[in-house]
Nanobody, 120 residues
């Protein structure tokens, strides 16, 4: 099996910064794309940022210029550096990884989520 463990969430004032981490472990041959999503109370889960195994990135318009996604392939870890945080960034943040466990077969895994709360 594969587990994704997130860390780094917490409470921060508006304008502050947080860095989220998500480490994958288990039966992993290779990890393709990884990403971060978030879900605020009463809203649907939405994409925040994604990164391919080669380092190509994609961001939601709402976080462009403030958030940076990166990854360490040797550690099977993806990061989300969040700067200039706003109250509207408050949500549970989830990481997702597309993991190849057997050559030719890719599976999607999700982390358990980490709470980010931005106070005004």
């Amino acid at each position: 099996q594969v587990q994704l463990v997130e860390s780094g969430g917490g409470l921060v004032q508006a304008g502050g910064s947080l860095r989220l981490s998500c480490a994958a472990s288990g039966s992993i041959f290779r990890i393709n794309a990884m990403g971060w999503y978030r879900q605020a109370p009463g809203k649907q889960r939405e994409l925040v940022a994604t990164i391919t195994s080669g380092g190509s990135t994609n961001y939601a318009d709402s976080v462009k210029g403030r958030f940076t996604i990166s990854r360490d392939n040797a550690k099977n870890t993806v990061y989300l550096q969040m700067n200039s945080l706003k109250p509207e960034d408050t949500a549970v943040y989830y990481c997702q990884a597309f993991v190849v466990r057997i050559v030719g077969y890719e599976y999607s895994y999700w982390g358990q989520g980490t709470q980010v709360t931005v106070s005004s």
